[in-house]
């Protein structure tokens, strides 16, 4: 699948990584992050200037972004709702609407990269929660940025590796994911128990 993706970029250019990098914004299943990597490369062979891979996925992802915000807005609570039934979604999208409701803007932006898999489902919640738009564009403009460099710089500097390099990239945004669902239960029942035996957390706390 790998090479009929980059075999598209290497026929029709920049376009492939831009319509890649929107859908994934929208919550569409693309691989964007490993197109990226694969623009990056070609950069690095000198198929494309690095710094129009950088602009133009940028852009895309600014505009889906704001495209998955502006559906949240406009009518998101249905469309998580019925997400949420393909219980392969729903513990990403209660991820999700935790980093939002708790993190705002902060959340916004780590899930831009470093939880990259919650970020299109970030887009939704935040829109459908009426984050603010200015904040919900800052943090996600500087997310955004951070994301492409990272992927995009990782293709250019090893283009000759890309190989190896791919199962490593993904299997590390799986962990990522992974780790931050593992963390955010925890977080939850910790303040359920909290919640459900103040008394004794408070003795206990007075020892």
Excluded at 41 to 67: K, P
Excluded at 180 to 200: F, N, S, T
Aim: aromatic residues 10%; contains cysteine; hydrophobic residues 55%.
């Amino acid at each position: 699948m790998t090479d009929t993706l980059f075999a598209l970029v290497s026929n029709y250019g920049l376009w492939v990584v831009a319509a890649s990098v929107f859908l994934s914004c929208i919550a569409l299943p693309i691989p964007a992050s490993v197109l990226m990597l694969g623009a990056g490369a070609f950069a690095a062979s000198g198929d494309f200037m690095l710094w129009q891979v950088l602009a133009v996925s940028w852009i895309a992802a600014m505009i889906g972004d704001q495209t998955g915000f502006q559906i949240g807005r406009a009518g998101g609570a249905t469309l998580i709702a019925r997400l949420q039934n393909r219980p392969s979604r729903a513990r990403v999208i209660a991820r999700a609407r935790a980093t939002v409701l708790r993190h705002g803007g902060i959340g916004v932006f780590l899930s831009r990269w470093l939880f990259s898999p919650l970020g299109p489902y970030v887009n939704l919640i935040a829109g459908a929660a009426d984050l603010p738009r200015k904040r919900f564009t800052l943090w996600g403009a500087l997310g955004e940025a951070v994301w492409v460099a990272l992927y995009v710089g990782l293709g250019y500097a090893f283009a000759g590796r890309l190989d190896a390099l791919i199962p490593i990239v993904v299997d590390w945004s799986g962990l990522v994911l992974a780790l931050g669902l593992g963390l955010g239960a925890a977080v939850l029942l910790v303040q359920r128990v909290r919640r459900r035996y103040p008394v004794r957390v408070r003795s206990r706390r007075s020892r």
